[in-house]
């Protein structure tokens, strides 16, 4: 008899002529492994559904939603003895940027930035996707303080059109306004070149780049594609382009965007994230953390910053 049904145990006991010490014994001695039994069976299917990629502390947090009492270290415990933990080594990294170039570039806008919306800054990244008999590159565009990836782009080349496709499309999907966001990447020709540089000015965009030799500048991109690498991309072996193309889409549209959950966003993906925010801040309170950016940015050269509002 499972406690908690509303029956008293010790009125139980009586009646079937057990002691209350013995069925207490036998309750510790079998319950814990039923509990175990039903948790295995959950877990198994959350690791199962996402393709084995989730780590435990996210599959407790879903355990929970589900109205299971268990804590991570209890999930921990079966998903090592059941193989469920995602362990992966990371396979060879070819060169995606290239900082040997004439452009010019820009100082990072963004150290002690404070976020309190969206399209206030965008940050973009470059990474490899490993085919059958060549490489495939992916461009991304992701809004800092939502984690959502607004703009992406897949080509087999690492021409500027491809960074500049990425950020066309974030630019379609948001039309931020003009003065209020700071696009931040890395210092490859891609995003330092005239048509990226030329893109970002006509629509009012400052930019940003990190520091030479210095990832963490760029945290929040670089920790979006070691996700989409461990849940994705890592253990599959694409065809071709085109089906990589179809399956990145899909993860990131439908399951990072919409699905997965962030530790970062209370445990929320970063549409429903976004959803509780409201509308994207009107103009000026963009400027006012990028002006925190600035300050921040000592000894750096300083940026004309007005916003420039057309004539209607």
């Known amino acids: 008899m499972p406690q908690g049904c509303g029956v008293a145990i010790g009125r139980l006991c009586r009646r079937a002529g057990v002691g209350r010490a013995s069925y207490y014994r036998f309750w510790r001695a079998n319950a814990p492994r039923a509990h175990d039994t039903a948790v295995r069976d959950a877990i198994q299917r959350l690791a199962l559904a996402n393709g084995r990629h989730r780590g435990y502390r996210l599959v407790a947090f879903q355990l929970r939603q589900e109205g299971l009492i268990v804590n991570h270290k209890r999930v921990l415990r079966l998903m ?131 520091r030479v030799g210095n990832p963490y500048d760029n945290a929040k991109a670089e920790s979006f594609m070691k996700t989409l690498k461990a849940e994705e991309v890592d253990g599959r072996l694409y065809r071709d382009r085109r089906e990589a193309e179809a399956c990145i889409g899909t993860f990131i549209e439908q399951i990072y965007n919409k699905q997965r959950l962030h530790s970062a966003l209370d445990y929320r993906p970063p549409t429903e994230f976004e959803a509780l925010h409201g509308p994207r801040l009107r103009l000026g309170v963009g400027d006012a953390a990028r002006s925190g950016g600035l300050r921040a940015a000592h000894a750096r050269p300083r940026l004309d910053l007005q916003v420039q509002v057309p004539d209607q």
């Open 80 to 210: 090592r003895q059941d193989n469920l933990l995602c362990l992966r080594k990371r396979p060879f990294v070819p060169l995606t940027t290239n900082r040997d170039h004439g452009w010019p570039v820009v100082p990072n806008l963004t150290r002690g930035m404070q976020l309190t919306g969206l399209d206030q800054l965008w940050v973009a990244d470059i990474t490899y996707i490993r085919l059958q008999e060549q490489f495939a590159y992916l461009a991304v565009v992701i809004d800092a303080f939502s984690r959502l990836v607004v703009g992406w782009k897949m080509a087999d080349h690492l021409r500027a059109s491809l960074a500049v496709d990425a950020l066309t499309m974030a630019l379609e999907e948001r039309c931020p306004l003009s003065g209020s966001l700071i696009h931040h990447s890395d210092r490859g020709v891609q995003y330092a070149c005239g048509d990226y540089s030329a893109l970002l000015e006509r629509h009012g965009i400052t930019a940003s780049m990190s």
